[in-house]
Structure formats: structure tokens, C-alpha cells
């Protein structure tokens, strides 16, 4: 397994793509152990043979749709009524539009293009930094996976078995934590700078037309947790609802989604689903090899033999995944320490759920830590700036997203509460 691990980080190196790199090193490691080469094609095939899979592409085409009809504007609209009047008015508006648009996406790539898009350059015209604002749409980015629905949640849950929809609940209070979290910093940084807000507070009228123009795409998110709940469908049905709805939305209630463009949405979601197919198939070769060659348990001797305190054991782990996020996709890192994780804190008390908000938030917060972080770039290309423009603006951010993550880690019922009040974890 080393050769393959040297091969799969000279992959990294040299810029190759994490799926290819991901197959290169478990390519290696099967010629040096004299394995069959048709191990490879059946193991990427039992990779992404999995009926909780489609939930992945059913959120992307979900989420495209509603983007299409023109909801990013309603829910900024309707955030902006909520919390325009703090200081720094809209920079809060971002954090409480990203909560609203996490319950349509669930992923924070297509949140901050969407947001950034319309939001850095009015932050601009309103007298904010630029790098501030790009830093604002790229910290808040990061709510998009923890408040469902969740990508990163369904990969999750098919790699250890967990349920999806406990996951989908447990994401719920960190995710409004975050949102807290970072409205506080927007808040401070505003008054030591300066930063305006609204004129005036919405009226209430004003509040109650903002609502109902956002009503239909506030019930999205209501509708899926709200059948996971009941049991009315699984998660994975979920996502299949919320594409039905969006075209129902597009096609009969707003009426401006063109059928012209469906084709275009369909292509962009399976150049999203290719990327993550590929890495979960190649990834899986590669875990089966860790498996046979039991990598997760020996690993688990050496760090257990000297670590015993579970709380000593969570903030290792938080530290390594923590680091692994500045340099690696979150999937592809999620794929490849999962199987470990589990091993070391097999025994520990630790709650499967639990663990899969820390490690989802882990890998998140690694979305807008440099050299690697993609909410960093996106933000970057939205307001035409250099990573290190932004890089200096981001650090508040990422310390009360820290902070977050460490209050989830040791204080259980912040994550566990709604799973064992709905009935998905006991």
C-alpha cells in the first residue's frame, strides 16, 4: 500500500485529477502485490452499484432547476427583509440567503456561484471590500452541505451505512450554529469598519410580500425533511420529489423555465455526477485494498495503543482531517479516511451520525482554507481578485467555523438531538 499511496500523492503533485489518481495508485499497488488486473473493473463497478447513489444526481438537477426559475432572487429578497437593517446588512443577507439556498443544493460550490454572483458585486456598490465579500460568500458556502439536503451526507452514508435522513437531521443545529457563527464576525468586522446597513427596517408588509414570493421555494426543503420524517419516502426518493417539484415550479407556477434549457441543466449535473462517480469507482478499488491489507485496523493499534481518551482521539482526528482538507477534494477524502476513522473510534461511544457531522464539517471548513480551497476560487473568480486578496480576509471565518466544528465534537446532543427526537438514532 505504500507504493500506492506515494503514486496517489505524485498523482496530486503533478495536478492529475483525484479520480485518475485515485486509480493510478491502486493500479500500483496491484501490480506490486500481483493481484488480478480485473479486480479493478469489478470494484469500480460495486463502487457506484449502490440505489442510495441516485440521491447525488437527483439534488444537482433539483438544484439547477430552482436556480433556473429565478429563486436565488426571491430568497435573497426575502433575507434581505430578515436582516438588512443589522450593520454590515448585506453580509448578513448572504448567511441567511446560503441557509435557505443549503435546503435546494446541497452543495457549496453551486451555492456560492449562485450567491456570489448576484451578492459580491452589490456588497461592492454598498462600500464593502471586495476581499471581504468574497470572503463572505465563501465562508457562508459552507452551510450549503450541513443544513440538508446533503451531498456530502449521501456519500457518507454510503460509505459506512448510516442513514442518510438521520444525517440529513443531525446537520440541522450545527448548520444554524455556523450561520450565528459567522453573522456575529460579519457584524463586529462591520462596525470596526464601518460597513453600512439597509436604510431602514423592512416594513411589515414589506416582510409579508418578501414571504410569499419566497413561499415556493421555502417549501422545498420543508417538503423533503418534512416526507423523511413522516416516512413518507426515503432520502433517496427525496431527491427524486424535489426535481419533480422544481419542474413544477418552472414549468406552472412561474412559468419561465424554457425547455430548451433542459438539456443544458442535464449535461451540467452529469459533468458534476461524472467527476463524483468516477472518484467514488476508483476510490472504492482503493479501500478494498486498504481493507485486504488492513490498513484501518493498523493504524487504529498504533494511535489507540497511545491514545485512549475518545476526546483526545476526536480532536486528532479533527486536526488530521482538518489539514487533509487544505490539500484534498472532500469526497475523494472523505472515501479514503472514512474506513479509518471508524476502526479507530470502533468501542469509543461515538454514534455513527455524530461522527459523520464531524467529518463532513472537517472536510467543509476545508473548502475555504488555502492552497486547495474551491469556495476560495469560485469566490475569487466572482470578484475578479487574487487568492491572497482574499486569504487575508478569510481567517475570522474560519476560526468561528472552527469553533462550531469543536462545540459539534464535544457537546453530542448538538448534533444528536433531532436524529433521536425524529427516530433515526437512539
Known amino acids: 500500500m505504500a507504493y500506492g499511496f506515494f503514486a496517489f500523492f505524485v498523482t496530486m503533485l503533478a495536478g492529475i485529477p483525484i479520480g485518475f489518481g485515485l486509480g493510478i495508485g491502486s493500479l500500483v499497488t496491484l501490480l506490486v502485490k500481483g493481484y488480478s488486473l480485473s479486480t479493478i473493473a469489478a470494484r469500480m463497478f460495486t463502487g457506484v452499484d449502490n440505489f442510495p447513489i441516485m440521491a447525488i444526481p437527483f439534488f444537482c438537477i433539483a438544484g439547477d432547476l430552482m436556480s433556473e426559475t429565478g429563486i436565488t432572487q426571491r430568497l435573497v429578497k426575502f433575507a434581505d427583509t430578515l436582516v438588512g437593517h443589522i450593520r454590515g446588512g448585506l453580509g448578513h443577507v448572504n448567511v441567511v440567503a446560503e441557509c435557505f439556498f443549503s435546503g435546494i443544493t446541497g452543495s457549496a460550490i453551486a451555492d456560492a456561484s449562485a450567491l456570489g454572483s448576484m451578492l459580491i458585486p452589490s456588497m461592492v456598490e454598498k462600500g464593502f471590500d471586495v476581499g471581504f465579500s468574497a470572503a463572505v460568500v465563501a465562508s457562508a458556502s459552507v452551510i450549503g452541505p450541513i443544513i440538508p439536503p446533503s451531498i456530502p451526507f449521501v456519500v457518507y452514508g454510503l460509505i459506512t451505512g448510516t442513514s442518510v435522513g438521520g444525517l440529513f437531521m443531525a446537520g440541522m443545529v450545527p448548520g444554524i450554529l455556523l450561520a450565528i457563527g459567522l453573522m456575529i464576525v460579519i457584524y463586529i468586522i462591520s462596525v470596526r469598519r464601518g460597513y453600512p446597513a439597509n436604510a431602514k427596517r423592512a416594513t411589515l408588509k414589506e416582510v409579508f410580500t418578501a414571504t410569499y414570493k419566497a413561499m415556493v421555494a421555502l417549501m422545498m426543503p420543508i417538503i423533503i425533511l418534512g416526507g423523511i420524517m413522516l416516512g413518507i419516502f426515503t432520502a433517496t426518493e427525496a ?135 474551491l469556495s476560495l476560487y469560485v469566490s475569487c473568480s466572482m470578484a475578479k481578485i487574487s487568492l491572497d486578496r482574499i486569504s487575508r480576509q478569510i481567517w475570522p471565518f474560519v476560526i468561528v467555523e472552527v469553533i462550531v466544528l469543536l462545540l459539534v465534537t464535544y457537546i453530542e446532543p448538538l448534533s444528536m438531538w433531532l436524529p433521536r427526537l425524529t427516530g433515526f438514532a437512539r
Not at 452529469?270 to 463524483?276: A, D, E, L, N
Not at 461522527?355 to 488555502?370: E, F, S
Request: proline share 5%; charged share 10%.
Open 239 to 373: 431527491s427524486a420529489v424535489a426535481v419533480v417539484y422544481a419542474l413544477v415550479i418552472g414549468f406552472i407556477v412561474y412559468r419561465n423555465l424554457d425547455i430548451k434549457r433542459i438539456p443544458k441543466l442535464l449535461l451540467n449535473s452529469s459533468r458534476t455526477m461524472g467527476i463524483v462517480f468516477l472518484v467514488m469507482a476508483t476510490a472504492n478499488i482503493f479501500n478494498w485494498l486498504m481493507a485486504i491489507e488492513q490498513v484501518p485496523q493498523k493504524v487504529s493499534m498504533a494511535l489507540t495503543s497511545h491514545v485512549t481518551s475518545p476526546a483526545m482521539l476526536l480532536l486528532i482526528i479533527n486536526a488530521v482531517l482538518l489539514v487533509l482538507g487544505c490539500f484534498m477534494e472532500g469526497t475523494a477524502a472523505m472515501i479514503l479516511t472514512v474506513p479509518i476513522i471508524l476502526e479507530i473510534m470502533k468501542g469509543s461511544g461515538i454514534h455513527p451520525i455524530m461522527l459523520g457531522i464531524i467529518v463532513v464539517l472537517n472536510l467543509m471548513i476545508g473548502l475555504i482554507t488555502p492552497p486547495l480551497g
